[in-house]
């Protein structure tokens, strides 16, 4: 591991805090409804519209079987950068953007609330709290993102 400071954007989940390396955020943009997609399991909210290109939405909270919330005006969603494809996060809000030495993250365990250890690349400490690093390449399964480049591109279609 390099003893090299890299940056973290952490986020929030209820009482959770969450954080993906910020060379694969694109972008933060306030939440909006994203266009539905039939047929997606619940936790794709559906896709959006970002620089012209149609990008799956998945909501972390549904993901992660935490709780439903109400749409707050500190939700947003995170534009992530995932193999080379964009999809978009939504967080109830995000709370920063700082350095972490990788030798700071620590092993994942297997189960975390519910959360399987495969979308976790460890935990790093952060201000006497655990952050969840995610592993954002494991967000969607390579079925998930078929299913809905095609659902995807025919509801943009028909808008």
Known sequence: MSSVAEKLVTFRLGQDYFAADVHA????????????VPDMPPYIEGVMDYLGRVVPVV???????????????EMRTLILNVSGEWIGAVVDAVTEVAPFLPTDVSAPPKLFRGLA???L?????RDNRLVMFL???QLLSSTDRIALQDAGAEALAND
């Open 121 to 125: 690349k460890g935990i790093v400490r």
């Open 117 to 119: 250890g495969t979308y």
């Open 25 to 36: 955020v694109e972008r933060v943009l306030r939440y909006s409804l994203p266009t539905s």
């Open 59 to 73: 909501n972390l909270r549904r993901r992660f079987e935490l709780p439903p919330m109400e749409v707050g005006a």
């Open 135 to 137: 592993d954002v390449e």
